[in-house]
């Protein structure tokens, strides 16, 4: 592995310390027929390994893959070929910047598609995902969330109430509560506890059984028995047939609704958009937006919220001075900490390690050329490792991101280009206000003062024991 190292300075001052670098440039992108091929080397092990590794240990066998073959390197996977993974924030931005056409997504190829239904702007592609996703768009504006934060802010403060002094728990469960709660308000509407034997009710236990579902170890062959099919069968039909009788009937109830009655959520706002063409969306079409959305945005802001907290109560001086700045620090001073904690949490335990696209030309790596139809997978995990990038990479240092921006290429937890997460906005809403009454109200210590390592569930890496703290104060 070639990563060239910034220079340190000697001093033990922090405030010293380079925290942030860059990485030499490296050519990348589309190339025609005339530039010969030239694959990166590939992981030395049978692909029944590799993908057995992959599976059960994603992140010691990516960085293990990246020390012992380099920093372009193809992976082995059974039945497949290989994945490339990219580590260099310029092979990164040679799949996010290209033509859409070029560069499609291969969560079109995703084991969630039959879940997702087929208009899920999460599995389409091509001009399909293009129109689903201007459609989408609005309601998930920054502006647009500002307008949720109060709604927010209410689940958190109800969730963070029965939190008690000496009570041990595994937070990723709690964040899943507060995660449910605010799309339950935000999606759906909802708010609070809805009555017994209302649509809405259906509609949240409905929700809660999917989620409940996809989160057991079992799930997996369920999703295995379903790849390839863009309509559920089986065990997964049955349940998908059950779910969509509530969130299709909360949907025609709410569409004949008038307009002016139907309230400022995304099922609203969905009932109301209409295409280029003048074509409003279907109801079909609504209920997979509003799965997709709910299965993209729980599992991953609850868990990175998990991790969050796992760091915090791991490392006293970032803790400390999460708490200071939002305890006795101006307003300027708390945002700035809270969202460098955020930042340095996504950037070193990303629920997401990376983000593929397959590649419909070849494509220049630096030194390598993949031919067409190559998976290339740009390694967020990875590249948010690189010592160059971020000197002393594997420590827990929110201070880099103090008051910095970080970089579109070499920070990419929410992926990028006309693919990154429509969610973005929502999920660093919720996280801020989370974090920042957490700071604010409560005293977390690590149960064990062993890090958490990972585990793999669907798509996200998410804490082993679901980010486990010990309630030690509440102010
Ligand atoms: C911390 C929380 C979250 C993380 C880390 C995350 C991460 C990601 C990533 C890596 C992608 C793929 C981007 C790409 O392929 O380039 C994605 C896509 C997506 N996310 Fe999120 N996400 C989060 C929360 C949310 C939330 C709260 C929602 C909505 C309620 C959401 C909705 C979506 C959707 C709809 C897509 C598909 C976008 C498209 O294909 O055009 N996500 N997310």
Redesign the pocket.
């Known amino acids: 592995m070639s990563l060239a190292t910034l220079s340190r300075p000697a001093s033990d001052d922090a405030a010293a310390e380079v925290l942030l670098g860059i990485a030499p440039p490296s050519p990348a992108g589309p190339v025609g027929p005339e530039v010969p091929l030239n694959p990166p080397p590939r992981v030395d092990l049978p692909a029944a390994v590799s993908t057995a590794r992959f599976l059960r240990r994603q992140l010691p066998h990516l960085f293990h893959s990246w020390r012992t073959t380099g920093d372009t390197f193809a992976m082995p996977i059974l039945g497949r070929s290989p994945l490339v993974f990219v580590t260099h924030p310029d092979h990164a931005r040679s799949l996010f910047t290209a033509p859409p056409e070029l560069v499609p997504?291969i969560?079109a190829e995703s084991p969630l598609r039959p879940i997702l239904g087929g208009s899920s702007?999460?599995t389409a592609n091509g001009p399909r995902?293009m129109r689903q996703?201007r459609l989408?768009l609005p309601p998930f504006h920054g502006e647009s969330i500002a307008a949720y934060e109060a709604a927010i802010a209410r689940v958190v403060d109800e969730e963070l109430d029965r939190w008690a002094v000496g009570d041990t728990f595994a937070s990723s469960a709690r964040m899943q509560a507060v995660t449910l709660g605010v799309?339950m308000a935000g999606i759906f509407g909802v708010e609070g506890e809805p009555a017994e034997g209302t649509p809405e009710r259906a509609l949240r236990d409905a929700t809660r059984s999917v989620l409940a579902h996809t989160e057991r170890p079992a799930w997996q062959l369920v999703e295995i028995m379903n790849t390839g099919s863009p309509e559920p069968r089986g065990i997964l039909k049955l349940v998908m047939d059950r779910v969509d009788t509530h969130y299709l009937r909360v949907i025609r109830e709410r569409r004949a609704l008038p307009e002016a009655e139907r309230g400022g959520d995304v099922l609203s706002l969905l009932l109301s958009v209409t295409d280029e063409d003048g074509q409003a969306l279907t109801d079909r079409e609504i209920r997979d937006e509003l799965m997709?959305?709910v299965l993209?945005?729980h599992e991953?802001?609850a868990n990175?919220l998990a991790w969050a907290l796992e760091r915090l109560v791991r490392t006293p001086r970032a803790y400390d001075a999460l708490r200071d700045a939002v305890r006795g620090g101006t307003p300027e001073e708390a945002r700035r900490w809270v969202d460098a904690t955020i930042h340095e949490t996504?950037r070193v335990r990303?629920?997401?390690m990376g983000?593929g696209r397959r590649v419909q030309s070849a494509w220049r790596l630096g030194e390598f050329v993949v031919p067409a139809n190559t998976v290339v997978v740009a390694g967020a995990v990875l590249i948010h490792h690189r010592e160059d990038l971020y000197p002393q990479p594997f420590a827990f240092r929110p201070e880099r991101f103090l008051g910095v921006k970080p970089g579109t290429y070499t920070w990419l937890?929410?992926?990028?280009?006309?693919?990154?997460?429509?969610?973005?906005a929502?999920?660093m809403a919720e996280?801020r206000i989370v974090l920042r009454r957490i700071a604010e109200r409560l005293d977390l210590a690590a149960p064990d003062p062993r890090p958490e390592r990972e585990q793999h569930r669907n798509v996200t890496m998410i804490p082993r024991e679901g980010g486990r703290v010990t309630v030690r104060a509440v102010r």
């Open positions: 997504s969560t702007v999460l995902h996703r989408l799309i997709t959305l993209a945005g991953t802001t990175q996504m990303p629920v997401i983000t937890p929410f992926g990028g280009g006309t693919r990154r997460c429509l969610g973005a929502l999920a996280q």
